[in-house]
């Protein structure tokens, strides 16, 4: 994993050494490079730390705590709740996840509007899912409707919902997919990003951001020079140039 740090920060040095004309660098001069480059330990961790806390893994956060010394910037415990609060939107069950975020926070709904928009439109898509049409109808009517004539943008999110109930088979429906799964997770990964904004925790794991960095310093360098590139990302394996 190291071998990410090492490789951003040789192929901003090598940039600027290169000639107009394309270079070759061999493995063996690469790997000499490379090994300049110094990466402590401790930073390392942080980054899997940030990782499996962001990402919600609470016993392996635990474990490698006590295994590294590395401290999370974060009570362990509050990934319990915070993933709770994920599988309960991932599941269905909206009123129980709005409920268990209030136990956690209560500011959190109460100063995002647009993210309590979006369980209310969630528990709206449930009822219609379980073919509760009267409910939904009413429900749209007295907790999204009011919100709706307040903001445009949630206006048109209702009226794409509500428009699933004309479509007896929904595979027709233009709008069909509110009802994937992919629609739940949506709602759920936007949740999971309001709860670590409120404990004052990125959003976003770094090591995502960290490999496309590499991604992109990698694709400028190969304007410049042929060299071991790491094209595998899961092992991190520097494959001699194509020359």
């Known amino acids: 994993m190291s071998s990410f740090w090492i490789v951003i920060r040789q192929l901003a040095e090598i940039e600027e050494q290169m000639a107009t004309s394309k270079k070759v660098i061999t493995r063996e001069e ?3 490079r490379l090994n300049d480059v110094k990466i402590r330990k401790e ?3 942080k980054l899997v730390m940030n990782f499996l806390v962001t990402e919600g893994y ?10 590294s010394g590395t401290e999370p910037d974060i ?3 509050t990934i319990t709740d915070r993933m709770a609060v994920k599988k309960a939107v991932q599941c269905g069950n909206v009123e129980d996840a709005i409920e268990k975020v209030n136990d956690l926070n209560p500011e959190i709904l109460d100063t995002n509007p647009q993210l309590f928009f ?5 528990r709206l898509i449930e009822l219609i899912r379980n073919g509760k049409v009267e409910e939904a109808l009413e429900f749209a009517q007295e907790e999204l409707a009011p919100r709706g ?6 206006l048109e999110e209702l009226e794409r919902t509500v428009s699933l109930l004309a479509f007896e088979d929904v595979s027709n429906c ?3 997919e509110l009802l994937d799964i992919s629609q739940r997770l949506k709602t759920a990964s936007e949740v999971n990003a309001a709860i670590l904004t409120s404990q004052s925790h990125e959003k976003d794991p770094k090591l995502p951001s960290l490999l496309k960095m590499l991604i992109w310093a990698q694709n400028q360098l190969d ?3 042929a060299y071991p590139r790491i094209n595998d990302l899961s092992n991190a394996t520097l494959e001699d140039p194509a020359v």
């Open 174 to 176: 233009p709008v069909g």
């Open 118 to 122: 979006h369980l209310q439109q969630q």
């Open 75 to 77: 009570d362990l415990a």
């Open 223 to 225: 304007e410049k020079a």
């Open 149 to 154: 004539e307040e903001n445009q943008s949630f």
């Open 43 to 45: 930073d390392m961790n």
């Open 58 to 67: 609470v016993e392996a956060a635990e474990k490698f705590r006590i295994e």
């Open 30 to 32: 690469w790997k000499k």
